[in-house]
T-cell receptor, first 114, second 116 residues
Framework: QKEVEQDPGPLSVPEGAIVSLNCTYSNSAFQYFMWYRQYSRKGPELLMYTYSSGNKEDGRFTAQVDKSSKYISLFIRDSQPSDSATYLCAMSRAGGTSYGKLTFGQGTILTVHP | NAGVTQTPKFRILKIGQSMTLQCAQDMNHNYMYWYRQDPGMGLKLIYYSVGAGITDKGEVPNGYNVSRSTTEDFPLRLELAAPSQTSVYFC???????????????FGAGSRLTVL
């Protein structure tokens, strides 16, 4: 069983739709939860960053973490064609030797069509 | 501000050849990493470094070597290339100022390697 599972999609939605992206994980030691966005032929870039459980909002993006269910989500409101990319969830443990050593999901390919 | 620069962007190798992927960052980050990305598999950590002269293995280190002689540079060496090393390689760096900063990785644009 993979430590982090993410539905690879692909996911295709019309412009303006609400998008929900999800990951499940098995390792209860994960404390830091991130969403990276990766455009085609580019490196990933950090989109959202959450510590432990709870919600975090940044503009059209909302990240949720439910540690009791080992489940994280990213919601995109009013989706735009420019949101078309691969979205990668990533996690790491706490502790000095774990920082920066991320475990990634497989990535979900999202296409927002006009 | 260039961020993380990787060279080359593309390379084709024959089985058994060796090469070095270059990575340089200009953000004065202490932590640097090499990840590989295979289709549908996410990114996997190959090697990482917490500062000049200090390196350690990640999840998939076999077939690779690294060195860190300066804060800025973190080259990845492939010895005796194999088809299983066909992948996209990403170098990344992060600050160690605090726990949160260490997890905020800045990635390079990637080096696409094919071994035939």
């Amino acid at each position: 069983q993979k430590e982090v599972e993410q539905d690879p999609g692909p996911l295709s939605v019309p412009e303006g739709a609400i998008v929900s992206l999800n990951c499940t994980y098995s390792n209860s030691a994960f404390q830091y939860f991130m969403w990276y966005r990766q455009y085609s032929r580019k490196g990933p870039e950090l989109l959202m960053y959450t510590y432990s459980s709870g919600n975090k909002e940044d503009g059209r993006f909302t990240a949720q973490v439910d540690k009791s269910s080992k489940y994280i989500s990213l919601f995109i409101r009013d989706s735009q064609p420019s949101d078309s990319a691969t979205y990668l969830c990533a996690m790491s443990r706490a502790g000095g030797t774990s920082y920066g050593k991320l475990t990634f999901g497989q990535g979900t390919i999202l296409t927002v069509h006009p | 501000n260039a961020g993380v620069t990787q060279t080359p962007k593309f390379r084709i190798l024959k089985i058994g050849q060796s090469m070095t992927l270059q990575c340089a960052q200009d953000m004065n980050h202490n932590y640097m990493y090499w990840y590989r990305q295979d289709p549908g598999m996410g990114l996997k950590l190959i090697y990482y470094s917490v500062g000049a002269g200090i390196t350690d293995k990640g999840e998939v280190p076999n077939g690779y070597n690294v060195s860190r002689s300066t804060t800025e540079d973190f080259p990845l060496r492939l010895e005796l290339a194999a088809p299983s090393q066909t992948s996209v390689y990403f170098c990344a760096s992060s600050s160690s100022l605090d726990r949160a900063g260490a997890n905020v990785l800045t990635f390079g644009a990637g080096s696409r390697l094919t071994v035939l």
